[in-house]
């Protein structure tokens, strides 16, 4: 090869010393992004078909308190949509922070005067 083809790609392609590619991982947070909320809608409408089938079911075969009892089921979905979002949108977060922190540790520093 010559020198000029060399040159050429040693401009086309620049050389890191990272071992992450930072479109994959950006790519991997917007898509965890987007899965919390679909974790948060899909378990709320579950959430509230169950409220409704449990109340509609057993208004009248049980008294208040059984009532009650069973439309505590009805919470799980809520609570599991619930941290399935919040675990998603953590996980989102962490890699932007640790994209943002790999890359202000390879910024040169301002020399001190």
């Known amino acids: 090869m010559s020198d000029q083809t060399t040159d050429l790609i040693k401009e086309t392609k620049p050389e890191t010393d990272t ?7 950006i790519r991997i947070a917007v898509t ?9 809608a899909l378990f709320t409408v579950t959430g509230v078909f169950i409220a409704l089938f449990l109340f509609w079911y057993f208004k009248h075969m049980f ?3 059984q009532l009650i009892v069973y439309m505590l089921f009805a919470i799980t979905p809520f609570t599991l949509g619930g941290f399935l979002w919040i675990a998603s949108q ?8 640790l994209m943002d922190i790999e890359d202000n540790s390879r ?7």
């Open 90 to 97: 953590a996980l989102s977060e962490l890699i932007y922070l």
């Open 32 to 40: 965890a992004d987007r899965l919390s909320w679909l974790f948060l």
């Open 63 to 65: 008294s208040g308190e």
């Open 107 to 113: 910024r040169p520093k301002p020399p001190v005067e």
């Open 19 to 25: 071992y992450h590619d930072q479109d994959t991982l």
